[in-house]
């Protein structure tokens, strides 16, 4: 299995609201990311989770929570977003966080109302 | 401040065209230089590299790092319309896998 998932592949939800965003790997990798990608823009970093601890946080607003329960599994959970936090958020991982590849899930778009 | 810049941001060909796209970069405890293409959502692996000078090939796809002059060149050959994407490159520092991209060459090949 090579492949990274994420679900839900769409998600509309008001600022009320809260939900998660799931990514899955099953390639006996133990680093994960989670990026978000403004239209036109590249994926910018927002964190990253080495051997299910949390190694960077690239100051992200706390309305965004990750959260990883196991080394396949990443979550991140939502509360509390602003339009502005519309854009398409990506999942990757790699075997280590020093020197290794990412691979990327194909995302899911969120749109904030 | 560590920096990446890619150029051309967008290019128009033809079929049976050969491109090349450039990324320069600045970046503290650099290590490693990836460069991947995004179509319409994940963006998926090309190359690593790592070495100045060794050419690294993938079909008609290639790639060449100069760690002197921070810099390192996409090649592709005879490219079709399948090679219509964002081809994104980012530098890898050592001791941590902040990876930051360049803001991506937009490819468009017509038929």
């Known amino acids: 299995d090579t492949e990274v998932t994420q679900t839900p592949k769409h998600l509309v939800m008001g600022m009320t609201n809260k939900k998660s965003l799931k990514c899955e790997q099953h390639?006996?990798?133990?680093?994960m990311y989670w990026y978000k990608q403004k239209a036109k823009k590249p994926p910018e970093l927002m964190f990253v989770y080495s051997y299910e601890k949390l190694s960077i946080n690239e100051s992200v607003p706390s309305r965004f929570s990750p959260e990883c329960p196991n080394s396949s599994l990443l979550n991140l959970h939502l509360h509390a977003l602003q339009p502005e936090d519309s854009a398409l958020y990506l999942c990757a991982s790699s075997r280590g966080v020093d020197h290794y590849e990412q691979y990327f899930g194909p995302g899911t778009r969120l749109t904030v109302t | 401040e560590d920096k990446v810049v890619q150029s051309p941001l967008s290019l128009v060909v033809h079929e049976g065209d050969t491109v090349t796209l450039n990324c320069s970069y600045e970046?503290?405890?650099?290590?490693?230089l990836l460069w991947y293409k995004q179509e319409k959502k994940a963006p998926t692996f090309l190359f690593m590299l790592t070495s100045s000078g060794i050419e690294k090939k993938s079909g008609r796809l290639s790639s060449i790092l100069d760690k002197k002059e921070l810099f390192s060149i996409l090649n592709i050959t005879a490219t079709q319309t399948g090679d219509s994407a964002v081809y994104l490159c980012?530098?890898?520092?050592?001791?941590?896998?902040?990876?930051?991209f360049g803001a991506g060459t937009r490819l468009t090949v017509k038929p």
């Open positions: 980012a530098p890898l520092p050592y001791n941590n896998n902040d990876m930051r």
């Open positions: 970046v503290t405890n650099f290590r490693s």
């Open positions: 390639m006996g990798h133990r680093a």
